[in-house]
């Protein structure tokens, strides 16, 4: 599940729509950081590519907080992420998410079914976004 996700995100800071396209099932759901929603592989390609074509896009930076097998072939992933944008080497606080995604293995190969990036905007409660940005910008330095 952890290789998933990262091959996801890879996928994405590769600005390759394709290969996100390929980790998820046919008919495999996405919901933006934006609320943006997609269905299915076709429309997920379809979508990321001119994203991808038309501006440059931040990267992102993970950290796994947990993964739970929900049944022999089924499993559930959590994490936070940040987005550092081109040229820049820090997160942006107000791009801070988390992460779920769900998977499951036919036969053999763990696919995406869900995939969903929810803004931590922790409103109210600045502190918290702030440790947030610092944990994953010691996260992203440890990857360097």
Not at 30 to 52: N, W
Not at 88 to 112: H, I, M, Y
Request: aromatic content about 6%; charged content about 25%.
């Amino acid at each position: 599940m952890k290789a998933l996700h990262r091959a996801l995100l890879d996928g994405w800071n590769r600005r390759d729509a394709r290969a996100m396209a390929a980790l998820c099932d046919d008919d495999c759901a996405m919901v933006g950081f934006d609320g943006s929603q997609m269905t299915g592989r076709q429309e997920i390609e379809a979508t990321l590519r001119p994203i991808f074509a038309d501006h440059p896009t931040a990267a992102y930076v993970s950290l796994v907080r947990r993964v739970w097998m929900l049944g022999e072939d089924v499993a559930m992933l959590t994490a936070v992420a940040g987005m550092v944008p081109p040229g820049k080497d820090q997160v942006l606080p107000e791009r801070n998410a988390v992460q779920s995604l769900v998977a499951t293995r036919r036969e053999g190969r763990w696919q995406v079914v869900l995939f969903q990036n929810t803004p931590a905007a922790f409103d109210g409660r600045p502190a918290l976004r702030d440790a947030l940005t610092r944990e994953l910008n010691a996260a992203r330095a440890l990857a360097r």
